[in-house]
């Protein structure tokens, strides 16, 4: 099943994080595994903000639990949880963070999630007004 029979965007291998796969575009490197690579974010919101990707073209949460293979889908999660490990966020918190589309603020269209630690963290969602 491809993004496109479950009603979710195509994947653009144009994106900034596919060019970023390939070599194109430099990053911060935190992590990488055969299944994931880990890098700083360009404009932190948090003092830790790493972005951890899957290697392979997946547009979504959805896309990727549905699509990627099983050794895929354990390689990313291990790799999120070793970064976290690794930067030291498990022992004070931290937040792990997925945006999906235009409502839920996603800005690439490739699925990846942000670990944001350091200090202590607001509201996931504001309050409704």
Request: proline content about 9%; overall charge neutral; glycine content about 12%.
């Amino acid at each position: 099943m491809s993004a496109a029979t479950t009603g979710l965007p195509p994947y653009d291998a144009g994106n900034i994080f596919a060019r970023i796969l390939r070599g194109e575009i430099p990053c911060k490197r935190v992590h990488e595994t055969p299944h994931a690579l880990a890098f700083h974010d360009i404009n932190p919101q948090a003092p830790v903000h790493v972005l951890v990707i899957p290697k392979g073209p997946y547009v979504s949460l959805a896309d990727f639990s549905a699509n990627a293979s099983d050794a895929e889908i354990g390689g990313f999660w291990r790799a999120v949880g070793q970064v976290a490990r690794d930067l030291g966020l498990e022992s004070r918190g931290y937040r792990v963070l997925s945006n999906m589309g235009p409502e839920g603020g996603q800005e690439v269209p490739h699925f990846h999630v942000h670990l944001f630690g350091g200090r202590r963290l607001g509201r996931m969602v504001p309050a409704a007004p």
